[in-house]
């Protein structure tokens, strides 16, 4: 079996070249095991489980045989894991999406991370996906809001659009590609009237060479975005929150009804 890189850190960033000033394409998380492509004296050239490329240095995890065991996952935008469950000495920081091998004990959690370390954490893991449903989406986009804009990022730490599109619905087991362009490909044939979108439908915008930006529909015109940082904002232009300059770079609306619907 071909050697994996199974993450160790909270979030590790993955560079577009094997160098700290290249330009960072995407995260991982911990927990996550990504397949080896190439590799330099301190660097790894990673595939993701969304089949997203990048270079990662190899401080940020471990190299295995094997992928690291995990069944539960972190449901708290941001935790601790501990060395033991009376201690205050924090082992590792974990946010939303961290992947674990964990137990369930009389008060929190006892826990193996990636490098083999044992731990505890009081932390909210749940074992199975969220119920995949529009009224899900939506109490999962809300819970990102105030989260800031960062380029390449999908985590409460710091969101780009597609990023936050992208971590929603993989809290709800549905995994759909990284970036807004593939996201609106993933999707073009259920293209549909914008005013006819329901929560959790997505919209698009950029120009007609290019999708640059990637929205939630909330309800009735309002959306969840990250622009700045993740927030709520309005297709009318008679509300407090209209924006003006992603109306003028609408491009269309599709539909999320074969992943959600509040029929399941």
């Given amino acids: ?17 094997s160098d700290f000033d290249s330009p960072v394409v995407t995260q991982a998380l911990l927990g996550e095991s990504c397949a080896i492509l190439d590799e330099s004296e301190k660097w790894l050239h990673i595939r993701q489980s969304d089949d997203y490329e990048g270079w990662i240095n190899k401080f940020y995890g471990i190299v295995s045989d ?4 995990s069944n539960r996952s972190c449901n708290d935008l941001r935790g601790l894991v501990f060395s033991d469950s009376h201690s205050n000495n924090p082992l590792r920081e974990i946010t939303f999406g961290a992947k674990l091998n964990s137990e369930k004990l009389d008060q929190g959690w006892s826990v193996i991370l990636p490098d083999g370390t044992r731990g505890w954490t009081h932390s909210n893991l749940l074992d199975h996906h969220i119920h995949p449903n529009r009224d899900n989406a939506i109490t999962i986009g809300n819970r990102f809001k105030g989260v800031q804009y960062l380029w390449g990022g999908k985590s409460p730490k710091g969101f780009d659009c597609s990023g936050l599109i992208q971590t929603i619905f993989s809290a709800m087991g549905i995994f759909i590609p990284r970036d807004s362009g593939d996201q609106s490909h993933y999707f073009i044939h259920h293209k ?3 005013k006819e979108a329901q929560p959790g439908d997505l919209h698009f915008f950029g120009t007609e060479k290019s999708v640059t930006h990637v929205a939630m529909e909330i309800e009735q015109g309002q959306y969840l975005h990250c622009q700045g940082w993740v927030k709520e904002e309005s297709f009318d232009r008679n509300k ?6 992603l109306e003028t770079n609408y491009l269309h609306t599709v539909s999320t009804e074969r992943c959600l619907s509040q029929n399941h």
């Fill in 1 to 17: 079996m071909d050697s994996v890189f199974n993450i160790n850190v909270c979030v590790a960033n993955l560079y577009r070249e």
């Fill in 66 to 69: 094997v992928p690291y065991y």
């Fill in 192 to 194: 549909i009237n914008r």
């Fill in 240 to 245: 407090s929150n209209y924006n003006k300059n």
